[in-house]
């Protein structure tokens, strides 16, 4: 015990850390969370998949044509004329076989008619289902007057001056990223902050985290623990990843791919990182304070409500400012602490100046060793000085110095 007394704050931290690290690693308990979050990914995959091929079995595009022989013809070339205009927006047209009644058609089994076209060129009549006949009239007509022309419609060339992008366009899509970077990061700091207090309350109904702070500075104790549950949340992370590229792998283009940042992507996902472990330590002191101002777990579940609660509402903060560049509650959702990581990271995907995150950087350093100082100072005070455990501690540290 004299040695680890000598031990100087960093040092004393990395004891902490490295305990708490290698104890939580290796417990089921962390392989089942770990396992937690993958369960709904793969089943909402899944479903996506299944619901996404179940989708397209049943939506058709397939329009039957009962007309004359010769006027069915011409509808099937003018479908494919325009189509190689205008794209894949116009049905698909197959020629009915024999000669029923339009209603007989739709109902027959084992063919999947979204609608009957009928009568002449001139006239054409489109049964279906409201819905159907309100969203094929407009191409059924262009198909139809398309054949009924007695010579090629002639369409004038079109000249081409494409643009990479436009100033509109490169916004919307930045805003797209930003948006799904604070979401991503608010749900991994929702996810892995807990871990810290839950950590905190077990050892300290099991008097573990009384005799460290009584043997080594409270402020070793809390940066080792916010370091050592931010090394395990960096883990949970990596297997989420791996797994999250398998099924990205998996799903191909079925995906949506997200526009490029300001930044680039290798800037932005190491702010995303950084970001990340700055935010995770800002609410873990947090927790940390409140776990050692808490005396039963109940109080702890009772006194980290707010937190999260407030913790919603600086996402919403930094969530609605990301459409308002530069205004005062973009600049107040950057400087205030809790929402700092979340709009500094909007900002990375819509800005490409770097000097602002330096400064956010520095200053959330900056908070996270304040509020861990106030935790260490708190937990201090209404644990280690007061009450008969706290005493107890303290006489027996007393004894193991002097022997």
Same mark, same amino acid.
């Given at each position: 015990?004299?040695?680890?007394?000598?031990?100087?704050?960093?040092?004393?931290?990395?004891?902490?850390?490295?305990?708490?690290?290698?104890?939580?690693?290796?417990?089921?308990?962390?392989?089942?969370?770990?396992?937690?979050?993958?369960?709904?990914?793969?089943?909402?995959?899944?479903?996506?998949?299944?619901?996404?091929?179940?989708?397209?079995?049943?939506?058709?595009?397939?329009?039957?044509?009962?007309?004359?022989?010769?006027?069915?013809?011409?509808?099937?070339?003018?479908?494919?004329?325009?189509?190689?205009?205008?794209?894949?927006?116009?049905?698909?047209?197959?020629?009915?076989?024999?000669?029923?009644?339009?209603?007989?058609?739709?109902?027959?089994?084992?063919?999947?008619?979204?609608?009957?076209?009928?009568?002449?060129?001139?006239?054409?009549?489109?049964?279906?289902?409201?819905?159907?006949?309100?969203?094929?009239?407009?191409?059924?007509?262009?198909?139809?007057?398309?054949?009924?022309?007695?010579?090629?419609?002639?369409?004038?060339?079109?000249?081409?001056?494409?643009?990479?992008?436009?100033?509109?366009?490169?916004?919307?899509?930045?805003?797209?990223?930003?948006?799904?970077?604070?979401?991503?990061?608010?749900?991994?700091?929702? #996810? @892995? &902050? $807990?871990?810290? +207090?839950?950590? !905190?309350? %077990?050892?300290?109904?099991?008097?573990?985290?009384? *005799? =460290?702070?009584?043997?080594?500075?409270?402020?070793?104790?809390?940066?080792?623990?916010?370091?050592?549950?931010?090394?395990?949340?960096?883990?949970?992370?990596?297997?989420?990843?791996?797994?999250?590229?398998?099924?990205? #792998? @998996? &799903? $191909?283009?079925? +995906?949506?791919? !997200?526009? %490029?940042?300001?930044?680039?992507?290798?800037?932005? *996902? =190491?702010?995303?990182?950084?970001?990340?472990?700055?935010?995770?330590?800002?609410?873990?002191?947090?927790?940390?304070?409140?776990?050692?101002?808490?005396?039963?777990?109940?109080?702890?579940?009772?006194?980290?409500?707010?937190?999260?609660?407030?913790?919603? +509402?600086?996402?919403?903060?930094?969530?609605?400012?990301?459409?308002?560049?530069?205004?005062?509650?973009?600049?107040?959702?950057?400087?205030?602490?809790?929402?700092?990581?979340?709009?500094?990271?909007?900002?990375?995907?819509?800005?490409?100046?770097?000097?602002?995150?330096?400064?956010?950087?520095?200053?959330?350093?900056?908070?996270?060793?304040?509020?861990?100082?106030?935790?260490?100072?708190?937990?201090?005070?209404?644990?280690?000085?007061?009450?008969?455990?706290?005493?107890?501690?303290?006489?027996?540290?007393?004894?193991?110095?002097?022997?």
């Amino acid at each position: 015990m004299s040695d680890t007394t000598r031990l100087s704050l960093f040092d004393a931290a990395r004891v902490v850390a490295r305990r708490d690290f290698q104890a939580i690693l290796f417990s089921r308990a962390f392989f089942f969370f770990l396992l937690g979050p993958l369960f709904p990914i793969i089943v909402g995959a899944l479903a996506g998949g299944i619901g996404g091929q179940v989708q397209r079995d049943a939506t058709t595009r397939l329009v039957a044509v009962a007309m004359a022989e010769d006027d069915a013809r011409a509808m099937v070339d003018a479908r494919q004329t325009l189509a190689a205009k205008i794209g894949n927006v116009l049905p698909e047209l197959e020629i009915a076989p024999g000669e029923k009644a339009a209603a007989e058609i739709l109902r027959e089994p084992g063919r999947n008619f979204t609608a009957v076209v009928g009568g002449t060129l001139e006239a054409p009549i489109l049964t279906g289902t409201q819905e159907a006949v309100d969203f094929w009239e407009g191409p059924i007509a262009m198909i139809a007057a398309e054949a009924g022309s007695s010579e090629a419609t002639a369409y004038p060339p079109v000249s081409i001056n494409a643009i990479a992008t436009s100033v509109a366009a490169q916004r919307t899509d930045r805003i797209r990223t930003a948006q799904a970077g604070q979401l991503l990061l608010f749900l991994l700091m929702m #996810l @892995l &902050a $807990g871990m810290v +207090l839950s950590n !905190l309350v %077990e050892e300290k109904a099991n008097k573990v985290i009384e *005799v =460290l702070a009584a043997a080594i500075p409270m402020d070793a104790v809390f940066l080792g623990k916010l370091v050592a549950m931010l090394g395990i949340s960096f883990v949970g992370i990596a297997v989420w990843a791996v797994v999250g590229g398998g099924i990205a #792998l @998996l &799903a $191909g283009n079925a +995906l949506p791919s !997200l526009p %490029e940042p300001a930044l680039g992507w290798p800037l932005f *996902v =190491l702010f995303g990182i950084v970001y990340f472990a700055m935010g995770y330590l800002l609410l873990g002191s947090l927790f940390l304070t409140i776990g050692g101002m808490a005396a039963t777990v109940r109080e702890v579940q009772t006194m980290s409500m707010p937190v999260t609660m407030a913790q919603l +509402l600086v996402f919403f903060l930094a969530a609605s400012s990301i459409t308002r560049p530069g205004s005062p509650m973009e600049l107040f959702a950057a400087v205030f602490p809790l929402s700092s990581p979340f709009a500094m990271l909007a900002r990375a995907a819509q800005s490409p100046e770097l000097w602002p995150h330096a400064l956010a950087l520095v200053w959330q350093a900056f908070c996270v060793v304040l509020f861990v100082r106030i935790g260490a100072a708190i937990f201090r005070r209404r644990v280690m000085k007061s009450g008969k455990a706290g005493r107890e501690v303290k006489q027996h540290v007393g004894r193991t110095k002097t022997a």
